[in-house]
């Protein structure tokens, strides 16, 4: 599949941002896709996934509360819904889906900057 992310930019800490994810080339009925991230100098690090149906959402404890995923089938869409942005919320952020049988993100987006500031 083929993933488009958009929707990065620079924003002040405490401000909400929305990325989105276009994802097309093939069937996606079993696939899980999902959003992960990498700071400068750090490793990527996972943030959301959904499957893309029935739609079922994970989050790691870290980031419940202020992230939230969801996805619109009909558009062929993914987002990422970021409130009360933090200075360390500051990382590229890419898209990626996995396919059913695979234990790996095969698929991923070019990634969009995320850059939050005081």
């Known amino acids: 599949v083929q993933l488009q992310a958009s929707g990065g930019g620079l924003v002040q800490a405490g401000d909400s941002l929305r990325l989105s994810c276009a994802i097309s080339?093939?069937?996606?009925?079993?696939?899980?896709v999902g959003w992960w991230r990498q700071a400068p100098g750090q490793e990527r690090e996972f943030v959301a996934s959904?499957?893309?149906?029935?739609?079922?959402?994970y989050l790691p404890d870290s980031f419940k509360g202020r992230f939230a995923i969801s996805r619109d089938v009909a558009k062929r869409t993914f987002s990422l819904q970021m409130n009360n942005l933090q200075i360390e919320d500051t990382a590229v952020y890419y898209c990626?889906?996995?396919?059913?049988?695979?234990?790996?993100?095969?698929?991923w987006g070019q990634g969009t900057q995320v850059t939050v500031s005081s």
């Open positions: 959904i499957t893309w149906r029935p739609g079922s959402t």
């Open positions: 990626a889906a996995r396919a059913p049988d695979s234990w790996s993100w095969d698929d």
């Open positions: 080339g093939s069937t996606f009925a079993g696939y899980t």
